[in-house]
């Protein structure tokens, strides 16, 4: 049953086409990953879907209702960033909190929402500190966790460990896997790297220049498990 299904999205930018009519379907908890070449239109099609970008024409349907109608911030979607987006000047915390505060949500709820979170991503303990004062890693734990802490009904994640060391980026790579699927939200993730996509992902699609080449599991698609 799909949860998220994005039918014969065209994105042009003047003479440039960057989405050449794709579709696809993501099913509830799926963790489906967007992996091509700079350029093939990932980040287009992320940002299409979380509202920050207009599709020329097609459709997008989220849970059996027209996504593309609903003004962006209602739209329940949690978004991480490459390079992490946080705000330098508020606590970690408190980067966390944003969103909830942005919702009017009740201050003991933000409160207990936010402990959960940075229990979640492993920050608990660095919850009163500055963005500044972390490494890149617990910078990105920082972004998860803001993007987890609305409760969305779907988590988009744009190269999220492209800024990170090799080491780090594996650690991070396992654990956003463990959060997304204990739980069970279903996310997209776009990443140029092969071996990103085979060892996190249920199902890979391959773009190239605007379309869609291929869809399926890692094993589908490249014979691994
Ligand atoms: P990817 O995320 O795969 O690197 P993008 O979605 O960023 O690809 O870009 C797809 C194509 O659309 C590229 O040719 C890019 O230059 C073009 N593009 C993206 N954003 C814009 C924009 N705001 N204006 C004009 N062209 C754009
Ligand atoms: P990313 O690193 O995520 O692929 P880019 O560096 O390609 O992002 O693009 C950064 C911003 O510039 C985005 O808002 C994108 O829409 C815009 N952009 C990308 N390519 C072009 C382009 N050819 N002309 C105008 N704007 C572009």
């Known amino acids: 049953m799909a ?54 024409e097609g459709r997008v349907a989220l849970d059996g209702a027209d996504l593309l109608a609903v003004p962006p911030h209602k739209r329940d979607i949690g978004m991480v960033f490459q390079d992490y987006a946080i705000f330098p000047h508020l606590t970690v915390a408190e980067n966390v909190a944003f969103g909830l505060k942005a919702r009017k949500v009740a201050t003991s709820v933000i ?31 920082i972004g998860i966790a803001r993007a987890m802490v609305v409760k ?33 939200i279903a996310a997209i993730y776009v990443t140029h790297d092969q071996e990103e996509a085979l060892a996190i992902s249920d199902r890979i699609c391959v773009m190239d220049g605007g379309s869609i080449e291929q869809i399926g599991t890692p094993q589908q698609i490249y014979g691994q498990p």
């Open 111 to 141: 409160r207990d929402r936010v402990a959960e979170a940075l229990a979640t991503v492993r920050l608990s303990a660095l919850s009163e500190r500055l963005p500044a004062a972390l490494s890149g890693g617990q910078q990105q734990r």
């Open 3 to 56: 949860y998220l299904n994005v039918e014969g999205a065209i994105k042009r930018y003047g003479a440039t086409t960057a989405l050449n009519g794709v579709s696809f379907s993501v099913a509830k908890g799926e963790f489906f990953t967007l992996l091509g070449p700079s350029g093939c239109g990932k980040t287009t099609l992320l940002r299409s879907i979380a509202g920050f970008s207009q599709l020329s």
């Open 152 to 184: 969305p009904r779907l988590l988009l994640m744009d190269e999220p460990l492209s800024n990170l060391d090799a080491k780090l980026r594996l650690d991070l790579r396992d654990e956003i896997r463990d959060i997304q699927r204990t739980i069970g």
